[in-house]
């Protein structure tokens, strides 16, 4: 296979650094560091850009730094732990920039500087694992194409690491299992196995076992069927099917900033879609007239319900976005949208213009949609304002934004 000699500038949206072996073909290589000058051998190439391995760096970036953990550029799971904090930071301010000018047209866009996440390291309150053979579970390795064990993981808690190395589990048909620890350190693991039949299962330490069906719904096997995560002090019951903030100190700088965006004096009629257990739901109520919430699934729905049962401003719609949204008959001074990674589907798009926000807040898990998504809502009139990325998952090329819109 071909080797290459390149000068690394930039990091693409997905971890790789990029480097240019002409003008007309550029190079996408993992584990490298702008600035660096590596060898590096092609694996795959198309009309105008390839991929390829590290073999060797050159002249190192003053940003390389030793990774800490053993399965580092084996398990997948983390990208940026050879790179200094701050050299993480800034990728992901140029991603974005990079991704809302190439995809969205938005080439002088409002980007203000990362937050960092003030837990860059042991912040995930969450490991989702794959079995490996004879009781055990690991990650699955993009490298070696396979679930491998895991021994440690520097970006999960503790508890969690602790706990992977006291479970075994022999299910026939277990296709995932989820761990999690609440605030109340209380530990919870959700099976998903081929089929709804619930397994018998026994648990000889102090831990919660949930089975997620394929709609997404849990039902509980032994123990609570729900973990605590606390938000801005503020307790959230969280069933297994729903989705759980990865790193509660990253959702407090979400709360933070969709609040400072919201503009929130009292008198608004807020609508929220993609409302979830409630972690924005309750401080959108606390601070507006009224808040609509919309979601679809069933056990976020209940979660909600209780976590806000003590906020008497709060109306819940369960259903899809698309078909709620078209049946409030209510101006809407502010919608704030937090959808799922694969973002806003048309109809959703077409329903939040319909619905004429005067401004929109958009929370979003992945750049590259937010560029394609923010290129429907210029279409139907709204202008960007500012986007504030914020670091949810340090150690990994992932980045959260909220943006601010509003209606031109």
């Known amino acids: 296979m071909e080797k290459v000699t390149l000068d690394i500038t930039e990091m693409a949206h997905g971890g ?15 584990l490298t560091v702008p600035g660096e000058k ?66 969205g047209g938005f080439k002088q866009a409002n980007v203000v500087p990362v937050l960092p996440n003030p837990e860059p390291w042991a912040y995930r309150v969450e490991m ?42 022999d299910l026939p048909g277990l ?10 350190e209380a530990l919870l693991a959700a099976i998903e196995v081929d089929g709804v039949e619930p397994p018998e299962l026994e648990a000889d330490f102090p831990i919660s076992v949930a089975i997620v069906l394929p709609d997404k719904t849990a039902a509980s096997l032994v123990g609570d069927f729900y973990s605590v995560q606390r938000i801005n002090g503020r307790d959230f019951r969280i069933s297994p099917g729903v989705d759980m903030a990865g790193s509660p100190a990253g959702m407090e700088l979400v709360v ?20 979830g257990a409630g972690t924005l739901t309750a401080f959108l109520a606390e601070k507006s007239a009224e808040v609509v919430a919309v979601e679809r699934n069933p056990d976020a729905v209940a979660d909600l319900a209780v976590n ?33 990674g694969n973002g806003l589907s048309k109809k959703a798009v077409t329903a939040v213009s319909q619905a004429k926000p005067a401004r929109f807040i958009y929370v979003s898990s992945d ?33 959260e934004t909220v943006s601010l819109w509003e209606r031109a």
């Open 16 to 30: 790789s650094g990029i480097g240019r072996a002409n003008r007309s073909r550029t190079v996408f290589v993992p």
């Open 38 to 103: 590596v060898r590096a051998q092609i694996v795959s190439e198309k009309n105008k850009y390839a991929q390829a391995e590290l073999v060797q760096v050159l002249q190192p970036s003053p940003e390389r730094v030793t990774p800490r953990c053993q399965h580092f550029a084996v398990c997948g799971g983390c990208h940026f732990q050879h790179m200094s904090y701050g050299a993480q930071l800034a990728a992901k301010e140029a991603v974005v920039r990079d991704q809302l000018a190439r995809l």
């Open 128 to 169: 989702v694992l794959s079995p490996v053979g004879n009781g055990r579970l690991g990650f699955w390795s993009p490298v070696q194409k396979e679930v491998i064990a895991i021994e440690e993981c520097p970006i999960a808690r503790p508890e969690l690491v602790g706990l992977l190395q006291d479970v075994e589990l």
């Open 175 to 184: 296709r995932k299992l989820s761990l999690r620890v609440g605030d109340d």
């Open 256 to 275: 933070q900033t969709v609040l400072r965006y919201a503009m929130l004096t009292g008198e608004e009629n807020v609508v929220e879609l993609y409302s």
């Open 308 to 340: 806000l049962d003590d906020l008497d401003n709060v109306n819940l719609f369960e259903g899809e976005v698309e078909d709620v949204l078209p049946l409030m008959p209510e101006e809407v001074e502010v919608m704030v949208a937090h959808p799922w």
């Open 367 to 399: 750049v590259a949609t937010l560029a394609r998504d923010g290129r429907s809502l210029a279409k139907a009139g709204y202008n960007l304002v500012e986007i504030q990325p914020i670091d949810m998952q340090p150690q990994t090329f992932h980045i």
